[in-house]
């Protein structure tokens, strides 16, 4: 596999706030990368620099070998990038605002047709080709928009938070669409501030937090940062604090918090951590409604690194 | 191309205001065509008076009383202060005369005698004065010669019935130009209204945020792109300003196929580029579509009703002139009124007329200077 972005040591300031602090990274093609971070950590900011539309302090940025410029018209025209924002004219139909944006690409009318008739039905926008944008629901606007920038059929793909103010089943459209387009061959670079697309989407995962990496790997590779193996929760009326503190003895037990009636307990690696507690509440008389077991989730990475939820 | 294709397939949005625009330039130019302005009739008005006659119905009296009633409209007014006050006050009448008891005989023996006048001032009060003046003047210069006052009247009567035929040379077509004046004129309202209007929506559409860093990150050089645009405001200007000429040429075919026409043309053509550069201005500065509605009704508006678009221009107050020369529709409109009293068309004529376009180039590239300053320091 070869190298699609080659990011080194970019820096980007604005005055006195460092929005980017030499952040590195690469992105091999065909993969799906995600750079997961809260509002305000510099995921957009090091997209626009890569993209060129911001200029950077420092660093480098080499895409397909080349080193991307604002003039690096030979890159871009293999580059697709759908921002966090609608960005299609009001004045246009759906059918137009796509040839419109896919012109840019490519001249050949003949072609262009194929491509966009095809980014058309990939997006399922084929009943609304004549309608305007004011007249599409918001998950219908943020397809329209998807297609704007796929139309052309780029080796590369930029995806600024797509999915941003969109409802569940839009949602689901839409990631099940950006995994058509890697499995159709395209490499992917994709900003969230939701773990759970990052997880679902992502090859790889770059957690990012006031401009700087934190953590990057797989989703399995980065749950292992959380030093924790798995979380069970039940819920338990009355548990008075002795009997917490004789919680706490049971092997691997890393951490408990009791609040309302729910008893969260995290777990360190260990062996039959569910059976042990599973035989110290009946053992103790304690009854209990629900209980469920889950494994670390990027959110438990994120805190464990920060000492901050994802979501703050 | 694409660029250039979709900025008209964008306008195509707005076809409703420029048919609109055009649509009222159709009409009020229609409109000019029943206006009738020969420039070579000339009638007399008769102004509304009335003659209160204490004196004796003899000589003098008789001879000035019997030439206003000739010369003017002789009215009856019941003889009393308040009717003869109210007649005034509603313009029943604009002049009483009072001529007082013994005028004919004071008149004959030189002590010159005053008529009591009540007037309300206006016009046809004056042209009563005139009237009055011009009998008693002329009675006057006959009775200093010692003449009799039978010979003073038949002498007054014959030398104030002389007439003058006066006839009105011109050899330009002075309704047809008039029409084509008026209708140039007002097409500095909707030529400027629809630049500034569609230039700036479409424009706005195009450097919405979203839309340019779209188009930034495309191949698409900014050069071509930038280029796309500008010809497509100038191709939109080309078609404008030959609609409406084609449109003048329906309206007022007998000027336009003259070099009266021609110049008119020329005029419209360098003014209509003149409304795409301001047009470009407001573009670049503004984005709010409902901001660029305002401002193209403002500037269009403004400056039909301050430099004579809608109203003639002498009808404008010598302050108001004075500030207009600031803005490219009064040059435009003075050379509207410059074409129409050409009479011949010679290199000398012609000179003011390229003094007006010189000032509206001026304007032009004083616009794109400051577009050009504007988007510099926006970048």
């Not at chain 1, 796929?150 to 669409?177: C, M, W, Y």
């Not at chain 2, 420039?39 to 206003?68: A, E, R, W």
């Not at chain 2, 007082?100 to 009540?118: F, H, R, S, V």
Request: proline share 3%; hydrophobic share 40%; aromatic share 10%.
């Amino acid at each position: 596999m070869s190298k699609v972005i080659e990011v080194k040591d970019l820096t980007k300031k604005y005055k006195e706030l460092t929005a980017v602090d030499h952040l590195s990274f690469n992105l091999e093609e065909g993969e799906i990368l995600g750079l997961l971070g809260p509002n305000g950590s510099g995921k957009s900011t090091t997209i626009n620099c890569i993209l060129s539309l911001l200029t950077m302090n420092e660093g480098e940025i080499k895409i397909f070998g080349k080193e991307m410029k604002p003039n690096a018209y030979d890159i871009k025209k293999d580059i697709g990038v759908i921002f966090q924002e609608v960005a299609v004219f009001e004045e246009l139909t759906v059918y137009e605002n796509i040839d419109y944006f896919c012109g840019l690409y490519i001249n050949n009318k003949q072609e262009r047709k194929e491509k966009v008739e095809k980014a058309i039905e990939f997006v399922g926008l084929s009943e609304f080709k004549k309608f305007y944008p004011k007249q599409l629901s918001g998950g219908l606007l943020r397809r329209l928009n998807i297609a704007c920038g796929i139309a052309h059929e780029p080796k590369l793909i930029f995806l600024d938070e797509p999915t941003v103010a969109v409802d569940p089943q839009s949602r689901n459209n839409i990631l099940e669409g950006i995994k058509a387009l890697r499995d159709k061959g395209a490499t992917i670079l994709y900003t969230t501030h939701y773990m759970e697309e990052a997880e679902i989407l992502c090859d790889r995962i770059i957690i990012m937090d006031k401009g700087k990496i934190i953590a990057q790997g797989t989703k399995n590779e980065l749950k292992e940062l959380a030093g924790i193996e798995e979380k069970v929760t039940l819920e338990v009326e009355n548990l008075p604090q002795e009997k917490q503190e004789k919680l706490k003895k049971i092997p691997n037990i890393e951490e408990i918090k009791y609040e309302g009636n729910q008893l969260m307990i995290s777990f360190q690696k260990g062996e039959n951590n569910f059976t042990h507690l599973l035989e110290w509440l009946k053992q103790e008389k304690i009854s209990y409604d629900g209980i469920y077991s889950e494994k670390p989730s990027l959110n438990d990475v994120f805190l464990q690194l920060t000492g901050k939820e994802l979501r703050d | 191309m694409i660029v250039f294709n979709y900025f008209f397939k964008i306008l195509k949005q707005y076809k409703v205001m420029i048919i609109l625009y055009t649509a009222i330039l159709v009409i009020f130019g229609a409109f000019s065509l029943n206006t009738n302005d020969t420039g070579t009739d000339f009638t007399i008005t008769k102004p509304d008076i009335c003659i209160i006659n204490q004196d004796k119905d003899s000589g003098i009296t008789q001879g000035l009383t019997q030439y206003l009633t000739e010369n003017a409209n002789r009215k009856d007014i019941k003889q009393e202060e308040e009717a003869l006050s109210d007649a005034l006050f509603y313009r029943e009448v604009s002049y009483i005369i009072t001529i007082p008891e013994n005028y004919q005989t004071d008149w004959l023996a030189g002590k010159e005698p005053k008529l009591i006048i009540q007037s309300n001032g206006n016009y046809e009060a004056s042209l009563a004065e005139m009237l009055t003046n011009n009998y008693l003047q002329t009675a006057d210069t006959y009775r200093k010669n010692n003449l009799e006052e039978d010979q003073i009247i038949e002498k007054t009567k014959q030398a104030l019935d002389q007439k003058i035929n006066i006839e009105m040379t011109s050899n330009l077509n002075n309704n047809g130009l008039s029409q084509a004046n008026f209708y140039f004129n007002f097409a500095n309202y909707s030529i400027l209204a629809i630049c500034i209007f569609v230039v700036g929506m479409v424009m706005s559409s195009f450097r919405k945020e979203m839309i340019k860093k779209r188009t930034m990150v495309s191949p698409m050089k900014p050069k071509n792109y930038n280029r796309a645009n500008f010809l497509g405001i100038i191709v939109l200007g080309v078609a404008l300003w030959a609609v409406y000429l084609v449109i003048s040429m329906i309206l007022v075919k007998d000027v336009m196929f003259t070099l009266h026409g021609l110049y008119y043309a020329i005029n419209s053509f360098i003014f209509t580029i003149c409304a795409l550069s301001i047009a470009f201005l407001i573009g670049s500065i503004l984005q709010n579509k409902e901001a660029i509605s305002g401002v193209a009704n403002v500037i269009s508006l403004g400056s039909a009703f301050l430099c004579g678009s809608f109203v003639p221009v002498e009808w404008l107050p010598d302050s108001i002139l004075t500030i207009v020369h600031i803005l490219p529709s009064y040059w435009y409109i003075q050379n509207n009124e410059y074409i129409k009293t050409m009479e011949e068309i010679t290199w000398e004529s012609t000179q003011p007329f390229l003094m007006n376009i010189g000032m509206i180039i001026l304007f032009i590239i004083g616009f794109l200077l400051v577009t050009n300053w504007f988007s510099k320091r926006k970048k």
